[in-house]
């Protein structure tokens, strides 16, 4: 069972607490996760993927910068879906791809890209800034 410290509107759970040694490590722990959480912000991107697939099953990913967001099973057709992407981060740049599974066959077109909520401006391939 986790046991959860407030501090604030500051949470840390007891796993976090277990190894610190002193008042001072938690202060430290308690200042980093402020400095963290203070300069992340919360962006909506979405766009509008549409496939026209050649095999019979066709799945593609969603990463944002290196990191796995998503993967989708493709089971429409003559429809688009539109993806929300939903980022919390620290200002910066981060690029956005959708991409078939790797031995999977389709058509794949991204479009109309945009931010939806937050401050941040998205371009046409992906390209995020916050």
Partial sequence: MD???C???L???AHELFHLESTQDIYKLVFYKYFIMSNQQDVLVTCDVDIEPITPIVRYRVYVG???FTERTWRWSEHFLRENIQIRANKGKYQIRIELVHNDKA???VN???VVRG??????VGFLEI
């Fill in 11 to 13: 949470s840390l759970h």
């Fill in 66 to 68: 290196d990191c796995l």
């Fill in 7 to 9: 501090i604030g509107w």
């Fill in 119 to 124: 401050k941040a401006t998205v371009n046409d």
């Fill in 107 to 109: 058509w794949l077109r």
């Fill in 3 to 5: 046991t959860d410290c």
């Fill in 112 to 114: 109309n890209w945009r």
